[in-house]
T-cell receptor, first 111, second 112 residues
Framework: GNSVTQMEGPVTLSEEAFLTINCTYT??????LFWYVQYPGEGLQLLLK?????DKGSNKGFEATYRKETTSFHLEKGSVQVSDSAVYFC??????????FGSGTRLLVRP | SQTIHQWPATLVQPVGSPLSLECTVE??????LYWYRQAAGRGLQLLFY??????ISSEVPQNLSASRPQDRQFILSSKKLLLSDSGFYLC???????????FGEGSRLTVL
């Protein structure tokens, strides 16, 4: 079926550490892929996206590359900050009308 | 610019009481509208989506319902709340064929 799978959290890192949050998807074709971020007590906001294979989305120091060979869209950041503590969701469109999210990965960055 | 508003932000309701959460979008027309629920420590569950006035698609059978009485208004309701209805409810909209969903601030419901 069509789904999105994320690594389970929580992920706990020290400030300035390197971050990777894994995301893989199953789909027919090559859907657009997204990373959303949810800060404590807030709604979700788009972090970055990639619309076709080999595209790299980037924002606020975060990056993710759309890799069709491995059906992956892993989120990375070279040096995390305490303010990056949040829940991160990988997502793809399941049809024209439904955005399907992964289960979310909580990131906790310690000073 | 477009904005989305949800209210109330927080509410505590007894089991068996009714519910009404409202969501409005400004600055766009004919958006696709969505209700998601996020249970504590869990991911996002799509509850309803609407592609136009009076058009509601339900994703999960439950005691909740949704209505879209106006183009930019989306309402989530229940006649009798259950304990399992507790969670963080998020409204979102999408304009045309763009890929991005824009989310409201969320409504946190606690059913006691």
């Amino acid at each position: 079926g069509n789904s999105v799978t994320q690594m389970e959290g929580p992920v706990t890192l020290s400030e300035e550490a390197f971050l990777t949050i894994n995301c893989t998807y199953t789909a027919t074709g090559y859907p657009s892929l997204f990373w959303y971020v949810q800060y404590p007590g807030e709604g979700l906001q788009l972090l970055l996206k990639a619309t076709k294979a080999d595209d790299k989305g980037s924002n606020k120091g975060f990056e993710a590359t759309y890799r069709k060979e491995t059906t992956s869209f892993h989120l990375e950041k070279g040096s995390v900050q305490v303010s990056d503590s949040a829940v991160y969701f990988c997502a793809r469109w399941d049809s024209s009308y439904k955005l399907i999210f992964g289960s979310g990965t909580r990131l906790l960055v310690r000073p | 610019s477009q904005t989305i508003h949800q209210w109330p932000a927080t509410l505590v309701q007894p089991v068996g009481s009714p519910l009404s959460l409202e969501c409005t979008v400004e600055g766009t027309s004919n958006p696709n509208l969505y209700w998601y629920r996020q249970a504590a420590g869990r991911g996002l569950q799509l509850l309803f989506y609407s592609v136009g006035i009076g058009q509601i698609s339900s994703e999960v059978p439950q005691n909740l319902s949704a209505s879209r009485p106006q183009d930019r208004q989306f309402i989530l309701s229940s006649k009798k709340l259950l304990l399992s209805d507790s969670g963080f409810y998020l409204c979102a909209w999408r304009a045309g064929n763009t890929g991005e969903l824009f989310f409201g601030e969320g409504s946190r419901l606690t059913v006691l």
